[in-house]
């Protein structure tokens, strides 16, 4: 019997002990042996609820009960969760989490703390929601040197993007649709500034290059800015515009790692992700290009990686199932500035003659437009390209990468 | 330091020896240990191969080496490759191979023979080339009841359908295109005709269910007859048409296991899934939907792919790793011609008023085409549907399944 005690009894805990409790087969036969949720850790009592006699709100009643073996973390945030992870692993007692905020912020130190306890510290629900690629990284792609990801990781800016392209709608008017519709948070700061999709990118980066990429160093841009003209201008390009986070591994172990909203061509696989999807797409030096898709959040698809994490615990009772490489050094970071990528721009109209001058390699994009007028740049560097942007003052109305 | 053996000096086994000497060293630090390829079995000789003095030409030198722990079968068919891989499973060796055939007739026997020995028999790369999909299925999906998967496991099909959409050619011309470019065998039979397709998909099948599906006994239909006009009926009614295998459970354990050409919506992400690459839709009953796309073939791609076991094996060397369930026992199969769907005919311009009496409840795709005449029927049973096709008779052109 594997006793099992979840921290948070919010949507993601309450989703843990949903897929423990009706897929209670299936995990039990893969775990090898049967799984119950012992305890529930919350502040709040729930009466009525079907298993309220399970919930306890002093975390060191779990703590000092030898049966528990597997603690989920679903808490969130970095303080008492922090606390609580760290005591769990000290006892020796594995931690599977969804929360992405501790891992990119104490995922190499907690992985160590880990192995020196014969326990695990898992986090595929950290990423990608129930779409697993923390394991497939560390488990499936074992033969590979990762070149880069490109990944769409946070679903209400998906979602957003995709109505605004698919409607024409404004960015204003489409959040406050995916609010009422409970797909953005009424305080979205964290989702359209990107910084969700960049605590994320930062998870995955560490662990293809094996060193701590910090989430606060990498540069990250939101959606907020983007039009529906600028997606009137990427379809007559044949392209769409994605909130893309991404990670590119160089020779000597350096990194570049950042998120912004980018052009890319329809025809990419990424391209085809929409709504609340997340896509993440890894280019290995061997296999090429896969591509790992489905939902990157709801309670449902989130508890079950968590629990999937839970089930390789079970398996590894008594010793680590770690087998991803995350040192606490540093990861070297490539400055953006150098490097070389196209841009779009929108200008105004009277900006015409300008920006080719600027952009002498360039294209005009038709898209049947008077009031402004796009061009896509030649490849340059991020730094030049900024230089020459500054001379369009305040004629310039928007910049997007491309991918 | 871990030896391996490989066992067929072909595409895929000159593959692996690249894969683990020019990846040596990611793949000795997910292995934990150094590791290297001792031997090469093939009954050729290489002279001027870099690889060369590991060449042997006996079984029995592997066999009876104990440095080695790991043998690659990378020979292909159900002769040699069977009786070395359970003589090498009896001597305690894991055994991983890319051989789908094999795994196909014998994966239930051979997994517990290798569990019985504390030793595993692994094989990712016998469905989906590089994607990884079976470790996902059988490692990450731990806490899901799968419900169904839908999948394209066939590049060389997916090539021509790909290219008779984009480009309105024909299939014995794309056919012969792909036959120059290397994307299709001389004979062609195993790929065109679904059967290569059908054994992943029954390996996938018993997966999803635990059971044996006899890959012998799922229908099975190629590409052969879908024509130009077929995609010009599709493309109006804002479908493609791709060869999908499919897999789907009910409630009491048994599936439904098919191959055959079928419309689906433009929308579908597998539709998004063009040329060589792969695509396996899955669906379960907590996550939701989740997509794995990538190279389904290829020397590295699948190379890598048997390396990643390697890794899964030397991790776990004195133990079995296998966490999959494939009982011997036959699984249920269902019955495909009491199963419901909606399908697409194609008939003579003069059958235009008998195909609407016949199925009342469809509707005519317009394709601006006056040769023939394309409608989409009701959802009925298929038995209904192949019976009322028979009044069509020779007016009859073509019918394919709707997804």
Known sequence: MISVAVLGYGTVGSGVVEVIENNNAEVSAKAGEEMHVKYILDLRDFPGDPYEDRVVHDFRVILEDPEVSIVCEVMGGVGAAYQFTRQALEAGKS??????????????????????????????????????????????????????????????????????????????????????????????????????????????????????????????????????ADFEYARAEGMTIKLLATSVGYEDGSILAMVAPTMLSKEHPLAAVNDVYNGVFVTGNMLGDVMFYGKGAGKLPTASAVVSDVVDCARHIGRSSIVCIWDKEEAKLIDKAETEKAFFVRVKAIAKDTVCKLFPGGHFVEAGRSEDCGYITEVMKEKDFAEKCKELGENLLNEIRLA
Chains 1, 2 share one sequence.
């Open 95 to 228: 931690v599977c989490t969804s929360n992405k905020e501790l891992v990119a912020k104490h995922g190499a130190e907690l992985l160590e703390l880990a192995r020196t306890k014969n326990c695990s510290y898992m986090f595929e629900a950290s990423v990608g929601g129930g779409i697993p690629i923390i394991r497939p990284i560390n488990k499936a792609l074992t033969a590979e040197k990762i070149e880069s990801i490109i990944a769409i990781l946070n679903g209400t800016t998906n979602y957003i993007l995709t109505k605004m392209e698919k409607e024409g709608a404004d960015y204003a008017q489409t959040l406050k649709q995916a609010q009422e519709l409970g797909y953005a948070e009424r305080n979205p700061e964290a989702d359209v500034e990107g910084h969700d999709a960049c605590r994320k990118v930062a998870i995955l980066s560490s662990l293809m290059v094996g060193k701590n990429v910090d989430s606060e160093k990498l540069y990250t841009e939101g959606i907020t800015r983007i039009t529906p």
